[in-house]
């Protein structure tokens, strides 16, 4: 299973928006509508920030918003803030209980 | 509240094997699949594998299998995660993470354990 592709660097100035792209294969991304973001803050463990595509959990910024489109899902943050900086990762469920992470992004807040 | 305490830093020799725990609290444990999934140094995420808690059933990415295995035990609501013939490239951060059966996210992750192989 091959990672999903994600660019290795986004940036933006505060109050800007940003987005991140996730592209896999229609055996991934493009066949289930099951891709979820990770933030992680460095030294720390992954945060639940988006679920099947475009959900938000409780406590979650409205901020952050997710779509998918193909094979490619996408991680939009609008109104950048200092404490976004962070890596951002997508995962794909792929079938049969397996999942496949993105290489991750890291987002820089100028 | 939901937590997910993992056992602390390891350091093993090639060759050997390494057993990482996963103590659940705030939740039913049998109701949801434990995760494992690494990070070595500076790199990206990589799933490993899953374990139904209540049935025992194991699903382990290609990559692992034959080299990971991962087990309960009920009674203490604790998940493992053993992993042998190490390697220098298994030196990671391991973690496990609550996944939600419905929507096959993570929504709970445990503090990572750092396991380094080293001779």
């Known amino acids: 299973q091959s990672a999903l592709t994600q660019p290795a660097s986004v940036s933006g100035s505060p109050g800007q928006s940003i987005t991140i792209s996730c592209t896999g294969t229609?055996?991934?991304?493009?066949?289930?509508?099951?891709v979820s973001w990770y933030q992680q803050h460095p030294g720390k463990a992954p945060k639940l920030m988006i679920y099947?595509?475009?959900k938000r959990p409780s406590g979650v910024s409205n901020r952050f918003s997710g779509s998918k489109s193909g094979n490619t899902a996408s991680l939009t943050i609008s109104g950048l803030q200092a404490e976004d900086e962070a890596d951002y990762y997508c995962?794909?469920?792929?079938?049969?209980?397996?999942?496949?992470f993105g290489g991750g992004t890291k987002l820089t807040v100028l | 509240q939901v937590q997910l305490v993992q056992s602390g830093a390891e350091v093993k020799k090639p060759g050997a094997s390494v057993k990482v725990s996963c103590k659940a609290s705030?939740?039913?444990?049998?109701?949801?699949?434990i995760n494992w999934v690494r990070q070595a140094t500076g790199q990206g995420l990589e799933w490993m594998g899953w374990?139904?808690?209540?049935?025992?059933?194991?699903g382990y990415a290609q990559k692992f299998q034959g080299r990971v295995t991962m087990t309960r035990n009920t009674s203490i609501s604790t998940a493992y995660m053993e992993l042998s013939s190490l390697r220098s490239e298994d030196t990671a951060v391991y973690y496990c993470?609550?996944?939600?059966?419905?929507?096959?996210?993570?929504?709970?992750w445990g503090q990572g354990t750092l396991v380094t192989v080293s001779s």
């Open positions: 993470a609550r996944g939600r059966g419905y929507d096959r996210s993570f929504d709970y």
């Open positions: 705030g939740y039913t444990f049998t109701s949801y699949d």
């Open positions: 374990m139904n808690p209540n049935s025992g059933n194991t």
């Open positions: 229609s055996s991934d991304v493009g066949s289930y509508n099951l």
């Open positions: 099947e595509g475009s």
């Open positions: 995962c794909s469920y792929a079938g049969s209980s397996t999942r496949v």
